[in-house]
Structures are given as structure tokens and as C-alpha cells.
């Protein structure tokens, strides 16, 4: 069964920091490329970060540059997103998604995503 499972979100204080985990089973993660995406209450989904499937290439939203860091694991067929310096907007449920097939950036399709993880930032 292909499968994407979002883990690691929950509460952080301003400035704190969450590592955000997508695992894949069913396929090898690693042949393609996969993007973070977040949907906060009212809002519309937006694109956060995307990392190629070698991870050679890696790519930011305006928003998050310089404070989130996407990287992966495709021997543990894993994708991470570190978040430092968190800020009250960057509370959202955040998804990992991939396109079959796919090996650069940007995700297009969402072939498969997960049921997303939760953030908070709050003090």
C-alpha cells in the first residue's frame, strides 16, 4: 500500500524549533521529488519547501527561506523539514506530497500525500 505519513508537528513557542518527518512505504521515496505544503485555517495551501529526488536541489518559499531546511533520508525512504525561528504564521497543518515519477521540483500532481501534521506556535 503506497503511503505517506506526516509526524513531528505539535506546539513550539515563537522562535522554537520543530523537525517535521514524511515516511513513505508502499514505493521508493527517493525517485522522486517531494514537496512540504501547509494549509492553515481559512487559507488556502501553499507550497513550502521541495527537495529533488537526490536531494541535490532544494527550494523555499519566500516566507520560510533561511529559517526551514528540507533534506532527506532515501535510505530510510524519508523526507525531513527543519523549522527554526518559528513565527505565529507558520501555524498550519503541514503535508508532505510527491509526484509519481517525478524527480525535480516543483510538485505538481500530489500522486501522493499524507494526512498531514499539526504545528502550533504559540507562547
Known amino acids: 500500500q503506497v503511503q505517506l505519513v506526516e509526524s513531528g508537528g505539535g506546539l513550539a513557542q515563537p522562535g522554537g524549533s520543530l523537525r517535521l518527518s514524511c515516511a513513505a512505504s508502499?514505493?521508493?521515496?527517493?525517485?522522486?521529488?517531494v514537496g512540504w505544503f501547509r494549509q492553515a485555517p481559512g487559507k488556502e495551501r501553499e507550497g513550502v519547501s521541495c527537495?529533488?529526488?537526490?536531494?541535490?536541489?532544494?527550494y523555499y518559499a519566500a516566507s520560510v527561506k533561511g529559517r526551514f531546511t528540507i533534506s532527506r533520508d532515501n535510505d530510510k525512504n524519508t523526507v525531513y523539514l527543519q523549522m527554526n525561528s518559528l513565527k505565529s504564521e507558520d501555524a498550519a497543518t503541514y503535508y508532505c506530497a510527491t509526484d509519481r515519477g517525478r524527480t525535480n521540483c516543483p510538485v505538481l500532481r500530489m500522486d501522493y500525500w499524507g494526512k498531514g501534521t499539526l504545528v502550533n506556535v504559540s507562547s
Open positions: 527537495i529533488t529526488s537526490r536531494g541535490i536541489n532544494t
Open positions: 508502499g514505493f521508493t521515496l527517493g525517485l522522486n521529488a
